[in-house]
């Protein structure tokens, strides 16, 4: 769904309450117009932008800031939260904003088919000019590039963040690609890149509350708030098996 107005809502209150310590839980009472004890001692609620995202709920706009934490519209941390100058961008050019989450449309047989092929090409002959590989109308050449060329470099042990510097796309973008690929079943390793960014102790601590939730990514984000990086979190659900 597009949360675009949603976003905004957010932004907007984070960019007129800089001086303001806003915590997410803070934040989210602040948009949703909860006159908790917080709100009400520090004035909040006599603010215009009061309570202008209240048609929604708060797990909600947890989607919402976790996903603009991921997309970097906005930053959370030990600090609380704060908009960035991309959040600042946005506000003034605002695009739609579609929340991603377990309910995306499965693919379709076709769909599964094509990306095996581009995935079978990829592996069989690096040295294939890339734009020379078929793409299928639903899927965007530039989208099937970077597949492949992701593929590649996880095929040759290549870091991921060295990986999103060299093509010059932002580190969600490669996690997106990730997850996308997964869950159209292509069997990819990158517990090389975990291993050494992460480390056994957080890869053990999040896999084993994986467990308990059955992989549920957003609860995993509210348990280890502030503790690790949405980032992080996402990259051991990657190489989490159930």
């Known amino acids: 769904m597009d949360a675009k107005e949603s976003l905004k809502i957010v932004l907007s209150a984070l960019s007129e309450l800089k001086k303001q310590h806003l915590t997410r839980q803070i934040l989210i009472d602040f948009v949703r117009g909860n006159e908790t004890r917080e709100i009400m001692e520090r004035g909040l609620n006599e603010l215009e932008s009061f309570g ?21 519209y906005l930053k959370v941390n030990t600090d609380g939260c704060s908009i960035t100058a991309k959040g600042e961008r946005y506000l003034k050019s605002p695009v ?3 929340l991603q989450g377990d309910n995306e449309e499965e693919p379709n047989a076709s769909d599964n088919e094509m990306l095996d092929i581009l995935v079978e090409t990829a592996l069989s002959d690096k040295e294939e000019d890339i734009a020379q590989v078929p793409t299928h109308p639903s899927n965007s050449p530039v989208r099937s590039q970077q597949m492949i060329r992701l593929i590649q470099a996880i095929d ?44 056994k102790e957080c890869l053990d601590e999040l896999h084993e509350y994986f467990d308990e939730v059955d992989g ?11 503790i690790y990086q949405p980032e992080e979190i996402r990259l051991a659900r990657l190489v989490w098996k159930k």
Do not use: C
Not at 60 to 66: G, H, P
Not at 157 to 184: C, G, S, T, W
């Open 52 to 72: 202008l995202g209240d048609k929604h709920e708060e797990p909600y706009y947890n989607t919402v800031i976790d996903q603009a934490t991921t997309e970097k």
């Open 156 to 199: 040759l042990k290549m870091p991921l963040d060295d990986y999103a510097e060299q093509y010059q796309i932002d580190f969600d973008e490669v996690l997106d690609n990730l997850e996308h690929l997964i869950k159209r079943g292509v069997n990819i390793d990158i517990s090389y890149f975990t291993n050494d960014v992460l480390g």
């Open 216 to 226: 549920d990514l957003q609860k995993a984000f509210e348990e280890f708030y502030g």
């Open 96 to 98: 739609p904003f579609i």
